[in-house]
C-alpha cells in the first residue's frame, strides 16, 4: 500500500504539491494524468524519495519513505513507474507495466504493432 498524508512540496514560491491525501491498495494500479506542470512526475518522484517534499508523509508497505533513516535501496527494489516519455511509439502503457516493455510472444508477422494498437485502445486482439 501507499499512502499519502498531507503532502506539500514547493518549487520557490510555486506550490507544486499542494496537500495531497491519497491511498493505493497493494496491486492497485492508478493512472496519473493532467496538463503540463501540474506535479504528475513530482508526485511520482517523491515516492521513491527522488525528489524531497517539505511536508507530510508518504508511506510504502509501513514504511515511511522520508524518515532519513530509511533503508533506500531496500526501498526502491518492489517500486517501479513509467514515465510516458520512455515508452516508443509502438509501445502503451500496459504493456509496459505488464511485461516491463518485452513484447508479447504471441506478437509477430507484421501484426503486431496491430494488435497492441487495439490493446492500447481498449478493443479486443484481431
Given at each position: 500500500?501507499?499512502?499519502?498524508?498531507?503532502?506539500?512540496?514547493?518549487?520557490?514560491?510555486?506550490?507544486?504539491?499542494?496537500?495531497?491525501?491519497?491511498?493505493?491498495?497493494?496491486?492497485?494500479?492508478?493512472?496519473?494524468?493532467?496538463?503540463?506542470?501540474?506535479?504528475?512526475?513530482?508526485?511520482?518522484?517523491?515516492?521513491?524519495?527522488?525528489?524531497?517534499?517539505?511536508?507530510?508523509?508518504?508511506?510504502?508497505?509501513?514504511?515511511?519513505?522520508?524518515?532519513?533513516?530509511?533503508?533506500?535501496?531496500?526501498?526502491?527494489?518492489?517500486?517501479?513507474?513509467?514515465?510516458?516519455?520512455?515508452?516508443?511509439p509502438h509501445d502503451c502503457p500496459?504493456?509496459?507495466?505488464?511485461?516491463?516493455?518485452?513484447?508479447?510472444?504471441?506478437?509477430?508477422?507484421?501484426?503486431?504493432?496491430?494488435?497492441?494498437?487495439?490493446?492500447?485502445?481498449?478493443?479486443?486482439?484481431?
Amino acid at each position: 500500500m501507499i499512502e499519502f498524508k498531507q503532502i506539500n512540496k514547493w518549487f520557490g514560491n510555486l506550490h507544486g504539491l499542494n496537500g495531497i491525501n491519497l491511498e493505493i491498495a497493494k496491486g492497485g494500479i492508478l493512472v496519473i494524468f493532467g496538463p503540463s506542470g501540474s506535479g504528475k512526475s513530482t508526485l511520482i518522484r517523491c515516492i521513491s524519495r527522488l525528489e524531497p517534499i517539505q511536508e507530510g508523509q508518504i508511506i510504502v508497505d509501513g514504511v515511511p519513505v522520508h524518515d532519513k533513516a530509511t533503508n533506500l535501496t531496500k526501498l526502491r527494489v518492489d517500486i517501479g513507474f513509467v514515465f510516458q516519455q520512455f515508452l516508443s511509439p509502438h509501445d502503451c502503457p500496459s504493456e509496459c507495466h505488464a511485461g516491463a516493455g518485452k513484447r508479447p510472444k504471441d506478437v509477430h508477422r507484421g501484426r503486431g504493432k496491430d494488435r497492441r494498437d487495439a490493446r492500447c485502445h481498449g478493443q479486443p486482439d484481431v
